[in-house]
């Protein structure tokens, strides 16, 4: 691969396209299968612009988005990892939202019974939620054990869902 006809700005040129298509399958493609792809990519855009300029062997590819989405559904990998951290992310906000849900009704309630003070905690430190009636404190616990096993299961779930589904 010889690439001294093309300027550093060429060379990002390529690169920049390169990375385009390999963030679509990053986290869905086995690694080797992506290195491999990049590879090839890189290469034959390289050659291709020695021979009619890097915007026209850019050009040449079409769109960038449906060349990674035709890769992707050649090579797509067992797992998807990226929807496996989007579910989990999306568990762990709903958990937080829960909780301050749980608190705001715990501590009205407990002002509008006329109740005396009193604190609370969720399966005694390791659920998410705990806090105070009297005081309007409450603790957030940000990663307790509840969070993580509940997270891990949404990962499962997200990485694997479409596996299931395919059977």
């Not at 026209?56 to 079409?62: F, P, T």
């Not at 992310?89 to 958990?95: D, E, G, M, S």
């Not at 003070?117 to 616990?141: C, D, V």
């Amino acid at each position: 691969m010889n690439q001294s006809g093309l300027s550093l700005m060429d060379k990002l040129r390529i690169e920049l396209s390169v990375q385009r298509v390999d963030f679509v399958l990053d986290a869905r493609v086995p690694r080797v299968k992506r290195r491999q792809i990049r590879n090839e990519l890189r290469s034959n855009l390289t050659e291709a612009a020695q021979q009619v300029g890097v915007e026209a062997a850019i050009r040449q590819l079409g769109d960038l988005q449906a060349l990674a989405n035709s890769y992707l559904d050649l090579y797509r990998g067992r797992f998807d990892f990226r929807a496996g951290y989007r579910w989990a992310i999306i568990a762990y906000a709903a958990i937080q939202v829960l909780s301050l849900a749980i608190f705001f009704a715990f501590s009205t309630g407990v002002r509008a019974g006329g109740g005396h003070p009193a604190s609370y905690l969720f399966w005694s430190g390791f659920g998410p939620f705990g806090g105070n009636a009297a005081a309007h404190s409450f603790e957030l616990l940000l990663l307790s054990p509840a969070h993580i096993l509940i997270m891990a299961v949404a990962f499962a779930i997200g990485t694997s869902y479409k596996l299931i589904l395919r059977r």
